[in-house]
T-cell receptor
Framework: GAVVSQHPSRVICKSGTSVKIECRSL??????MFWYRQFPKQSLMLMAT?????????EQGVEKDKFLINHASLTLSTLTVTSAHPEDSSFYIC????????????FGDGTRLSIL | GENVEQHPSTLSVQEGDSAVIKCTYS??????FPWYKQELGKRPQLIID?????GEKKDQRIAVTLNKTAKHFSLHITETQPEDSAVYFC?????????????FGTGTRLLVSP
């Protein structure tokens, strides 16, 4: 149980393109979803936290207008990287948690984003 | 905010040896400390976690210890195997209802040689 599905797994696109990444909880209600970014050989850095039906809370230094997060249902959150540039190339990972349980968050498989 | 430091950054051991990775945290309110194993290009996988009401937890070859007073916790892997080779991350969080904001350590690259 507790599966989080993230799509796509790999995106290669031109500079200036907007890219949408989906994160779905398949068998539990994700009251809270987290989006992380991981550069090569570095740790996971939290970008934002979203609670279902509320606006996302962004970490310091993360541009909310560039990284649009939507968490409209208890099973789906999306991250849109708007007007992506080469410096946005990274590994983006979502995680989800059922806040009404005492269980840890569960991670998706990640999306490798490459901007040319 | 919380700050988590992790050492060493790389660790090379021979198969069968033990490996120890240490982390320190800064926020005394943190009460949940998970450890993740991440293989290249894959998701982090939770391998063990500990809550602040417990000082030690063990699961087969893996154990975690927590010293709340000193604000540090450690991962111990015994009888290491080549398949244990990966990057390991510690994390700290204040775990309350509906929220679990994880702050990760910088990671330890473990290499187990046959």
């Amino acid at each position: 149980g507790a599966v989080v599905s993230q799509h796509p797994s790999r995106v290669i696109c031109k500079s200036g393109t907007s890219v949408k990444i989906e994160c779905r909880s398949l068998d539990f209600q994700a009251t809270t979803m987290f989006w992380y970014r991981q550069f090569p050989k570095q740790s996971l850095m939290l970008m934002a936290t979203s609670n279902e039906g509320s606006k996302a809370t962004y970490e310091q230094g993360v541009e909310k207008d560039k990284f649009l997060i939507n968490h409209a249902s208890l099973t789906l959150s999306t991250l849109t990287v708007t007007s992506a540039h080469p410096e946005d190339s990274s590994f983006y990972i979502c995680s989800a948690r059922d806040g009404y349980s005492n269980q840890p968050q569960h991670f998706g498989d990640g999306t490798r984003l490459s901007i040319l | 905010g919380e700050n988590v430091e992790q050492h060493p950054s790389t660790l090379s051991v021979q198969e069968g040896d033990s490996a120890v990775i240490k982390c320190t945290y800064s926020d005394s309110a943190s009460n949940y400390f998970p450890w993740y194993k991440q293989e290249l290009g894959k998701r982090p996988q939770l391998i063990i976690d500990i809550r602040s009401n417990v000082g030690e937890k063990k699961d087969q070859r893996i154990a975690v210890t927590l010293n709340k007073t000193a604000k540090h916790f450690s991962l111990h892997i015994t009888e290491t195997q080549p398949e244990d080779s990966a990057v390991y991350f510690c994390a700290a969080s204040e775990m309350n209802t509906g929220f679990q904001k994880l702050v990760f350590g910088t990671g330890t690259r473990l290499l187990v040689s046959p």
